[in-house]
């Protein structure tokens, strides 16, 4: 069974950096695109980067472009997001998440909270 | 402001039938396939829906869903009070190269 699981959550100033990470195990990881979702409190959901399989591909929600940047290293079945001049409205649960257009393959993460103080 | 247009609460009563509306455009639902996730309170999205009206395994079929040009739906019969959730609908979209949700729809079971 595919299992995500994040970390790097914490509490962070206003600009600073944060770095969060998600294992994946249970599947090919080296095969699928993988994304990063935020859901501010008692908000909805919110895409915020994706990265292809291969790591050719990055795409970023202009909320977040430019200062956050996705990556990921196959070898070690691990997602990254790595989060600099950080604001308040940055402030939220971060989902990893895997999905395949058209296929019932869709799994996410826990989640891990980033607050963002002022 | 989400990209995809769905209301913001639902309600029903045990056994009754209802429809939450998910409204996007050309380049997303227009043009690509949805799926359908339910959120308890504090947990992670759940599937409910893929393909626009694909059920995965587990899934009870008193969930339903379509789509119709740029509009997708989801129906729930049959209430149970264990579907008093968030429900959100989602896909991709062609011009901002990203996934998309709906704002998410609060369902209350009365």
């Known amino acids: 069974q595919a299992q995500l699981v994040e970390s790097g959550g914490g509490v962070v100033q206003r600009g600073g950096s944060l770095r969060l990470s998600c294992a994946a195990s249970?599947?090919?990881?080296?095969?699928?695109?993988m994304h990063w979702v935020r859901q501010a409190p008692g908000k909805g959901l919110e895409w915020a980067a994706l990265?292809?399989?291969?790591?050719?591909?990055?795409y970023y929600a202009d909320s977040v472009k430019g200062r956050f940047t996705i990556s990921r290293d196959n070898s070690k079945n691990t997602l990254y997001l790595q989060m600099n001049s950080l604001r308040t409205e940055d402030t939220a649960v971060y989902y990893c998440?895997?999905?395949?257009?058209?296929?019932?393959?869709?799994?996410w993460g826990q989640g891990t909270l980033v607050t963002v103080s002022s | 402001q989400s990209v995809l247009t769905q209301p913001p609460s639902a309600s029903g009563t045990p056994g009754q039938r209802v429809t939450i509306s998910c409204s996007g455009t050309s380049s997303n639902i227009g043009s690509n396939n949805v799926k359908w996730y339910q959120q308890l309170p504090g947990t992670a999205p759940k599937l409910l829906i893929y393909y626009n009206n694909q059920r995965p395994s587990g899934v009870p079929d008193r969930f339903s869903a379509s789509k119709s040009g740029t509009s997708a739906s989801l129906a729930i019969s049959g209430l149970q009070s264990e579907d008093e959730a968030d429900y959100y609908c989602?896909?991709?979209?062609?011009?901002?190269?990203?996934?998309?949700f709906g704002g998410g729809t609060k369902l209350t079971v009365l």
């Open positions: 249970g599947f090919t990881f080296s095969s699928y695109v």
């Open positions: 998440w895997t999905t395949v257009t058209g296929s019932a393959f869709d799994y």
């Open positions: 990265i292809s399989n291969d790591e050719s591909k990055r």
């Open positions: 989602a896909a991709w979209d062609d011009s901002l190269n990203g996934r998309v």
